[in-house]
């Protein structure tokens, strides 16, 4: 279930100037959001969500704020937000997410979206229920937030994929099953085509989590259209819940193209 809240920028609180690396903090301002209203909720999502051979996924993600006017100082890594209003979406897909339940929660929030250099206050404007597409077995998408796949050796090392690796076919598929295996409590038992194709070149994006911190690292994702093949019920779970990995920090958040009907 998606829905779009519409933000009022409140620039007389902290200014105009909003971090280049804003994903934990959004994520985080999401679960303080929830814990508010919801203290079971959220830490349900936060330590728990679904479980399965003891990997965590917690089934929701964002897109990246949609900024009408801005500059980017890439050299500080800050962005300057030169409209009033930005958009954002957010997707769950837990059932728990009923319109009511979300537009209640965000309805008239504020939160602050910053680290120690800069903050932006926001003021929710709007929460309003989007509508699902009609999904098919095989679907176009745009990244709204940038795809993380990994790729993990024997040795134990890891690395990233760009989405026309021969490997990110296989990650993401392994990814969906695991997330329909941990939501509906079963296996897909039914064989089934699968493809993945990049529609356009991958822009690499590298993401720094907890900016400033001793747990700070970086993520790398990458942005892209892409064309998918596989049966209804994965493509509404990577739909709701975001596709690769970190999903739950604002990776994996996508938006529907055009749809190929069979």
């Not at 479980?51 to 996924?57: D, L, N, P």
């Not at 769950?92 to 910053?114: D, M, R, V």
């Not at 493809?195 to 720094?208: G, I, R």
């Not at 989590?209 to 993520?219: S, Y």
């Amino acid at each position: 279930m998606r829905f779009r809240l519409s933000l009022e920028v409140n620039k007389r609180a902290f200014g105009n100037i909003l971090p280049i690396n804003y994903q934990y903090e959004s994520s985080a301002a999401i679960y303080r959001i929830l814990s508010a209203a919801n203290i079971e909720y959220s830490n349900w999502l936060h330590d728990n969500g679904f479980t399965i051979e003891g990997k965590r996924f917690k089934l929701f993600t964002f897109s990246r704020f949609k900024i009408e006017k801005r500059k980017i100082f890439p050299d500080v890594g800050r962005i300057a937000i030169l409209c009033n209003n930005v958009e954002w979406q957010i997707t769950f897909l837990p059932e728990k997410s009923t319109k009511k339940f979300i537009q209640g929660l965000f309805a008239n929030q504020t939160f602050e979206i910053g680290d120690k250099k800069s903050v932006v206050q926001f003021k929710v404007r709007g929460v309003e229920m989007l509508p699902s597409p009609e999904y098919s077995d095989e679907m176009e998408f745009s990244t709204m937030s940038p795809i993380c796949l990994r790729y993990r050796h024997e040795d134990g090392k890891s690395e990233y994929l760009s989405p026309t690796d021969e490997k990110a076919r296989q990650a993401i598929m392994t990814g969906l099953l695991s997330r329909y295996e941990s939501f509906y409590r079963k296996s897909f038992a039914e064989p089934f085509d699968f493809d993945f194709q990049p529609l356009s070149e991958p822009k690499s994006v590298l993401v720094t989590l907890k900016a400033d911190t001793p747990e700070q690292t970086k993520v790398r994702g990458f942005m892209c259209k892409f064309k998918m093949k596989a049966p209804v019920e994965l493509m509404r779970i990577m739909y709701e819940s975001g596709i690769g990995e970190e999903c739950a920090q604002g990776f994996g958040c996508v938006k529907t193209n055009v749809y190929v009907v069979k």
